[in-house]
C-alpha cells in the first residue's frame, strides 16, 4: 500500500485545520484562535535537553507574545501524559540561564498519530520517521501562513528572532511598508518602491525629515507609531 503523503502549508495559504487533545485540554484550530496570530511550532520529543531550553524560553516569554495578540502553540508525538511529566519536572527541577520554576502554560499537542504533524510537513523522513523536527509556523488572524522556520535537531531556535518577525509582519501589515535586514522595532522601514517612471522621479525628489531616499527604489521613512 502507498503512503499517503502531505503537502505541507505554504506562504500564503490557509492552515490546515484540526482537533487535537492538549496539556490545557481540547482544542479546535483555527476556531479556537480566531482573531490571533499563532505561533505554532513541533519539537522532536518531551524530555530531551534542547526542547527543554526552547519551551522555558518560550514560556518566560508567553506575555510579551499574548501582548502582541499571539498566542503559542507547541506539539510533539508524545502522549499527554509524557507532556504533563516533562512540564512537571521542567518547572520543579530545571534552572537554565536564571529561569526557575517556569511553568508552561500555553497548549502542547499530543500527536501519537501524527495526523497533524503530517499535515504540516512536521515529519521528514531523513531527519526521523518518529519525531517531529523543530519547525515553526507564524500564522495570522485569518489563519493564513506567513511564515515558516525550520530548524535541525542539534539547535535550538532564537524566540527573539521570532517575536521579531511577527513584530516586522504586523508593521508591515498595519502601515503597509516594508522592514530592511536586521530590522528592530524603532528602527527606519522601507517604502514600498514606485510603480511607474514618474513617480520614481518624484520618489528621487522627496525630501523631509522623514524620509530617506537612497535611491528610487530604496526609501526609508520613520518607524511609525505601533505596537
Excluded at 520618489?203 to 530604496?218: A, H, I, K, N, S
Aim: proline letters at 7%.
Amino acid at each position: 500500500m502507498t503512503e499517503t503523503l502531505n503537502r505541507m502549508p505554504l506562504i500564503g495559504e490557509k492552515a490546515p485545520a484540526f482537533e487535537a487533545e492538549t496539556t490545557q485540554g481540547p482544542i479546535s484550530f483555527p476556531k479556537d484562535y480566531e482573531g490571533k496570530w499563532v505561533i505554532f511550532f513541533s519539537h522532536p520529543a518531551d524530555f530531551t535537553p534542547v526542547c527543554t531550553t526552547e519551551f522555558m524560553t518560550f514560556a518566560s516569554m508567553a506575555d510579551e507574545f499574548k501582548a502582541l495578540n499571539c498566542e503559542l502553540l507547541g506539539l510533539s508525538i508524545d502522549s499527554t501524559y509524557s507532556h504533563i511529566a516533562w512540564l512537571r519536572t521542567i518547572k520543579e527541577k530545571i534552572v537554565f540561564k536564571g529561569m526557575k520554576g517556569i511553568e508552561v502554560k500555553f497548549p502542547v499537542i499530543s500527536d501519537l498519530t501524527m495526523e497533524i504533524s503530517k499535515k504540516f510537513g512536521m515529519l521528514q523522513p531523513e531527519a526521523s520517521k518518529t519525531q517531529a523536527v523543530r519547525a515553526v509556523f507564524i500564522i495570522d488572524p485569518q489563519a493564513i501562513v506567513r511564515a515558516i522556520l525550520y530548524y535541525p535537531m542539534a539547535n535550538g531556535r532564537n524566540m527573539q528572532e521570532i517575536k521579531r518577525l511577527l513584530i516586522a509582519m504586523q508593521h508591515s501589515d498595519e502601515h503597509k511598508i516594508a522592514t530592511p535586514a536586521n530590522w528592530q522595532l524603532g528602527e527606519d522601514v522601507i517604502v514600498p518602491p514606485p510603480g511607474s517612471c514618474g513617480a520614481a522621479q518624484e520618489r528621487v525628489e522627496q525630501t523631509g525629515p522623514d524620509y530617506e531616499c537612497l535611491d528610487w527604489f530604496l526609501t526609508l521613512k520613520k518607524c511609525p507609531h505601533g505596537k
